[in-house]
């Protein structure tokens, strides 16, 4: 029995859900999402509160009920506020900024700068620069109304520049990330 497919999930004044068959729109005051039901997954809206059933207690049906009651209720929490991740860009002479097209430009140690342009749906912002134990730190949010999209475009842009295990103080992280400083190999 999956106990997160078992909770109802309430939907807020300012968002609306329409149910088709086996299609569910959510739209809200950020935006609107789309998502096709599998098959053997039922949605039903009663007093604003979603529920979702199974059809059958086949396996198959039984590991898809759980995600399918999270992914319905991630797109009611992303219409109505939206999600976002941090990264920061750590580093001296690490820098990000975003161009007019909504284009992260990022000087991550390259001999070049690495441009990175979001998907349809994403913003990106820069703060300003602080400094944290003598290393200077940008903050990069990621932000858009698609809880996957999100952390999936956070992953990419991370990927541009790891941070580095042997120099931990350089490299692009999750804000909140503890990074291993692992000892170098010394000749004996």
Not at 99 to 104: G, P
Not at 114 to 124: A, N
Request: glycine residues 10%; positive net charge; charged residues 25%.
């Amino acid at each position: 029995m999956s106990r997160i497919g078992q909770k109802p999930i309430p939907v807020p004044d300012k968002v609306q859900v329409a149910l088709n068959e086996r299609d569910v729109h959510v739209a809200g005051p950020k935006g609107s999402l789309n998502w096709q039901l599998p098959l053997g997954i039922q949605v039903t809206l009663e007093e604003n509160v979603l529920t979702v059933q199974r059809t059958s207690e086949q396996k198959q049906y039984k590991a898809l009920h759980g995600l399918a009651r999270s992914l319905i209720a991630n797109m009611v929490a992303g219409v109505s506020e939206g999600f976002e991740k941090k990264l920061r860009v750590v580093g001296t002479g690490y820098r990000a900024e975003v161009s007019r097209q909504n284009t992260l430009v990022l000087e991550v140690g390259y001999s070049h700068t690495v441009t990175y342009s979001p998907p349809e749906g994403i913003t990106l912002s820069v703060e300003s620069t602080e400094t944290i134990d003598g290393q200077p730190h940008t903050p990069v949010l990621v932000s858009g109304i698609d809880k996957q999209l999100v952390g999936q475009v956070a992953a990419s842009i991370r990927q541009i520049k790891k941070p580095e295990i042997y120099k931990p103080c350089k490299g692009i992280r999750y804000d909140g990330e503890r990074v291993r400083d692992k000892e170098g190999k010394t000749a004996s």
